[in-house]
């Protein structure tokens, strides 16, 4: 099948190394198409995804610090433009800056890591996340995607090309979910409920009653203390009045004497003053005394009527176990609490009739979810099978179960589960992959289902690390085609030791490890022309290479070509 360059393909463009491992610096680029990593056994070549799965949000090793370096930093960057997913991740969390994306990694040989993405600090949690919508890491590991039902559920729902329907499910079984619990919540506590709003309804009646004005307590309290004290009041001010009258007069006789001309100094002038605005002060005082006298009356009536009032303010707070001046803001609390709950029955009506149209809803859209589901699984054994084949697993037999839920309750990813199964072995019952399928295995496994899915995938870039472990021969050159066919949707990054898949990249990176008495580097070269036939004779095995073994490699090259155009 041709390939055909795309405009604007999401993909992994490049990464930089800084003092991992054995690599001093490394830079590399990357095209689109299918990109094959070669060496020798030792030089490094998994070094690559290993910085790149650190990027990604895996477990930093302090260890893995070039020894007499103080950090390791690596940093990979995305071509976002056509990846949509991850653009509207960026954008939500507002990191979304053109069409690069930059995740960066900081590792410290005193085990401190920190994460960046774009330039900003970020959680390595979050690292993981926004990987997962850029990269596919296929290693031999048991971690490896494939084996997650998550992912086994979404290549299905992508394969079967109903993910708009997978996300109304989950809508509108995550609505349905929530609203159960609300409900759940309010039917559970009706009787407490029920109690707890009468008592309310009789405390709100109280302070209802009460009345208690803005600074009400305030003038109650001053008022008190002034009636309390009126007669010594009345008794302490009418001495001071007869105080200031007598001050006054004595201040005018004196005021009187200082008048005679012969007291015609400037210090006999200023006392003349001194005594002139003492006397009308005093006899200002002794007018506001009496405004005081005036206003003071002692009214036993009166006094009994505040001590009584005062005594309904505090008895009410003690009974609610707050301050005085704390009634009124619980008086408006405990309103708007019998409020909320005289609307809990409303509530509880309003939800069963919500959850009711959710739930028609839910078993619409489920009801055809499994019916797809079900058709896609069966084209997607065949499919997938047919390819097995081809990769020495003749014998194998992938299958797809959907078993049911055991709860009809809505759920958000539908009413069966996902789960890829795999026999090895004639006449054995399938079992889930990660019990059955070895390290090889499960890669070609994984393979056969990415080609096929490959189509209908949204993941821009796939990593495989030595996907051809224990094959070898027509098997691997159909290995080889296979990933470049799978280039054709999707960047593909291969690390591989034989020559029939190395032959079949459109872009060829050789890694080579230099050593001498005292350190060793990784170094990183692209191979066009001779170098890259070159490369893959060695591939081909030989101490010595031969112009038979060249002539081979040319053939590969040129055959791996002729199939398939390059991007």
Avoid at 40 to 59: Q, Y
Avoid at 131 to 151: F, M, T, W, Y
Avoid at 201 to 230: I, M, P, R, S
Avoid at 314 to 335: C, G, M, T
Wanted: proline content about 2%; aromatic content about 2%; hydrophobic content about 40%.
């Amino acid at each position: 099948m041709p390939i055909i360059a795309t405009a604007a393909r999401p993909m992994l463009t490049h990464i930089s190394i800084q003092n991992y491992t054995i690599v001093e610096a490394l830079e590399m680029e990357f095209s689109e198409g299918m990109t094959v990593i070669t060496g020798e056994t030792g030089a490094g070549k998994s070094i690559m995804l290993d910085a790149l799965s650190l990027c990604l949000g895996d477990r930093a090793d302090p260890k893995a610090v070039r020894h007499g370096e103080e950090r390791a930093e690596i940093t990979a960057a995305f071509d976002v433009a056509g990846n949509s997913a991850a653009r509207d991740w960026l954008a939500g969390r507002d990191l979304l800056q053109g069409d690069e994306c930059l995740l960066r990694r900081v590792v410290t040989a005193e085990g401190r890591s920190r994460a960046y993405i774009n330039g900003s600090a970020s959680t390595v949690q979050d690292c993981a996340e926004l990987g997962g919508l850029l990269i596919d890491i296929h290693s031999q590991h048991a971690h490896q995607s494939l084996l997650r039902k998550g992912v086994q559920r979404q290549l299905l729902d992508a394969f079967a090309n109903h993910r708009e329907l997978a996300r109304s499910v989950e809508h509108s079984a995550s609505d349905w979910l929530r609203q159960q619990r609300e409900l759940e919540l309010l039917t559970g506590a009706r009787d407490e409920q029920t109690a707890r709003a009468q008592l309310l309804a009789y405390q709100v009646e109280e302070l209802d009653a009460l009345a208690l004005k803005d600074g009400e307590l305030t003038e109650l309290e001053a008022e008190l203390k002034q009636l309390a004290n009126a007669e010594d009041i009345l008794r302490s001010a009418h001495q001071a009045l007869e105080m200031c009258e007598e001050y006054e007069s004595g201040t005018r006789r004196a005021l009187h004497l200082m008048e005679d001309d012969t007291h015609n100094s400037r210090a006999a002038t200023s006392a003349r003053e001194l005594l002139d605005s003492a006397a009308i002060q005093l006899q200002e005082a002794r007018s506001e005394i009496q405004h005081h006298i005036d206003a003071v009356e002692v009214n036993p009536e009166r006094l009994q009527e505040v001590e009584q009032r005062l005594e309904a303010i505090y008895d009410i707070a003690r009974k609610h176990r707050v301050q005085p001046e704390q009634l009124a803001e619980l008086h408006a609390s405990l309103a708007e609490e019998a409020t909320s709950l005289a609307g809990g029955s409303a509530r509880i009506e309003e939800l069963e009739q919500s959850l009711a149209v959710l739930a028609k809803a839910y078993e619409a859209d489920a009801g055809k979810l499994s019916a797809q589901r079900a058709k896609a699984a069966r084209k997607l054994e065949k499919d997938a099978g047919r390819i097995l084949a081809t990769l020495a697993m003749e014998h194998c037999r992938f299958e797809i179960a959907l078993p049911q839920r055991e709860s009809r309750a809505p759920h958000p990813q539908g009413r069966e589960e996902v789960e890829l199964l795999i026999s090895t072995n004639p006449g054995s019952a399938a079992q889930p992959l990660a019990k059955i399928a070895s390290g090889g295995e499960l890669s070609r496994i994984s393979l056969a289902v990415q080609v096929v899915t490959a189509s209908k995938s949204a993941l821009p870039c796939m990593v495989f690390d030595e996907v051809d472990v224990g094959i070898g021969g027509a098997v691997a050159e159909v290995v080889g085609r296979l990933l470049r066919q799978l280039a054709a949707d999707t960047q593909v990054l291969c690390v591989t030791h034989l020559p029939q898949v190395a032959s079949q990249g459109h872009q060829h990176l050789q890694v080579t490890k230099v050593s001498n008495r005292k350190s060793a580097h990784t170094t990183l070269s692209q191979l066009d022309g001779d170098a890259r036939t070159e490369e893959v004779a060695r591939m081909l095995g030989g101490v010595k290479m031969t112009e038979q073994t060249l002539a081979h490699a040319r053939e590969m090259l040129a055959q791996a070509e002729e199939a398939q155009p390059a991007v």
